[in-house]
Structure formats: structure tokens, C-alpha cells
């Protein structure tokens, strides 16, 4: 069974940095193309960007807000992926997911963790 | 970017009694391979989201047969056969296509 755990979420000050973990199972994880989406409260869902996998040349792509911004990377030794953010703003406040990416087969997502960006 | 639309935006539903939410693209999710890359999710209260129907019709597992997904190129729908109380939740469609993956607002089903 294919899980996902993120990992990393708490509270940060505005032009702060946080980076969030997520750990995935029960697929081949260097194979896998991998997203972020974020959900802001009480709002819809956004994705934020993906990673390919390293024999695709583990290109990144980003949503237009975030570009610049955060930085999407993968441990295929230890099936970690992760999102480091700089440069917060109060409205990168959201829960953000781990998912693998989706496309020609089933996606799978994590429970989330909350990212809120308050002096 | 694809621009995704969904209607309605709320939905009152009696359990046993079917419905529909409909989703459309500003460009057409028919890709070369004969896939439309449309998938739908279910977003129960207090849950991440859960995949519902992956290319266009693809049931994802364990997904009651009650949930069918059509539709190609620009216009689709999510269909439930007989709603049950445990379908209540945010609908959403998104486009799989290309990058940036785009979302439809959100359906809001409830129960009458």
C-alpha cells in the first residue's frame, strides 16, 4: 500500500524559512514523479509544483507564485521528498500535501500538514 | 493556464437519488494517447482529499461502482448513481495534463 507522511508544518514569521518532509512507502520511490498542493483555510486546492524522477532528470517545475520562492527536492535513498520555502507570506498560510503525481496512474496523497506564516 | 469550471457549486442531495456535477476545461484534456487527463476527487470534512476517477473514467480502487466518471476533451462529469451520507464533501475536478495541475473550484455536496 502506497503511503505518504509529511512532516515539518508550524508557525513562522513573515520572510521566514521553513522546509517540510514527506516520506513515502510502498512504491519505488526513484521512480516516482512527485507534487505538492497547498489548501489555504477554508479555500480550494493549488498546486505548488513537481519533481521527475532523477532518470528524467529530476527537472522541477513551480505554480507562479511560489516560483522563485520555494524549492521542490528528492532523497531516493531515503524515499524523503521536500519543500523549502523562503521568503514566507501570510498568504502561503495553507496545509500543504504530499502526493505522487498524478497523471497516467492512480494518485496518492498524505494527510497534510499546516503551514501558518503570523508575526 | 487550463482553467477548469465546475457546476453547480452546491449540491443538495436525498440519499438514494442520483447526481451529476459537471466540469469543463478552457482547453481540451485529450492528449495524443486518446487519454483525457481529468481527474476527479472527493474531499470529505476534516480529510485530505481522495482520488475518485483518474483519466476521465478510471475508477481508482476501492471506489464504490456508484462513482463513474465521462466526458472528453473539454466536457465532463462526475456521476453518483445513489447518493449515500457518507458522500457528503467538496467535489473537485483538476486537469492532469500539464503544468501548473489546475483545480475546479469545488462542489459542495450535502445531504437535503
Known amino acids: 500500500e502506497v503511503q505518504v507522511v509529511e512532516s515539518g508544518g508550524g508557525l513562522v514569521k513573515p520572510g521566514g524559512s521553513l522546509r517540510l518532509s514527506c516520506a513515502a512507502s510502498?512504491?519505488?520511490?526513484?521512480?516516482?514523479?512527485m507534487s505538492w498542493v497547498r489548501q489555504a483555510p477554508g479555500k480550494g486546492l493549488e498546486w505548488v509544483g513537481r519533481?521527475?524522477?532523477?532518470?528524467?532528470?529530476?527537472?522541477?517545475d513551480y505554480a507562479a507564485p511560489v516560483k522563485g520562492r520555494f524549492s521542490i527536492s528528492r532523497d531516493d535513498s531515503t524515499n524523503t521528498l521536500y519543500l523549502k520555502m523562503n521568503i514566507l507570506k501570510t498568504e502561503d498560510t495553507a496545509v500543504y500535501y504530499c502526493?505522487?503525481?498524478?497523471?497516467?496512474?492512480?494518485?496518492?496523497w498524505g494527510q497534510g500538514t499546516l503551514v501558518t506564516v503570523s508575526s | 493556464d487550463i482553467v477548469m469550471t465546475q457546476s453547480p457549486l452546491s449540491l443538495p442531495v436525498t440519499p438514494g437519488e442520483p447526481a451529476s456535477i459537471s466540469c469543463w476545461s478552457s482547453?481540451?484534456?485529450?492528449?495524443?494517447?486518446?487519454?483525457?487527463?481529468l481527474n476527479w476527487y472527493l474531499q470529505k470534512p476534516g480529510q485530505s482529499p481522495q482520488l475518485l476517477i483518474y483519466?476521465?473514467?478510471d475508477r481508482a480502487s476501492g471506489v464504490p461502482d456508484r462513482f463513474s466518471g465521462s466526458g472528453s476533451g473539454t466536457d465532463f462529469k462526475l456521476r453518483i448513481s445513489r447518493v449515500e451520507a457518507e458522500d457528503v464533501g467538496v467535489y473537485y475536478c483538476?486537469?492532469?495534463?500539464?503544468?501548473?495541475?489546475?483545480f475546479g473550484p469545488g462542489t459542495r455536496v450535502d445531504i437535503k
Open positions: 502526493l505522487t503525481d498524478p497523471g497516467d496512474w492512480p494518485d496518492y
Open positions: 510502498g512504491l519505488t520511490f526513484s521512480k516516482a514523479w
Open positions: 519533481i521527475k524522477s532523477k532518470t528524467d532528470g529530476e527537472t522541477t
Open positions: 482547453q481540451s484534456l485529450l492528449y495524443k494517447n486518446k487519454y483525457n487527463y
Open positions: 483519466l476521465g473514467s
Open positions: 483538476m486537469q492532469a495534463l500539464q503544468t501548473p495541475f489546475t
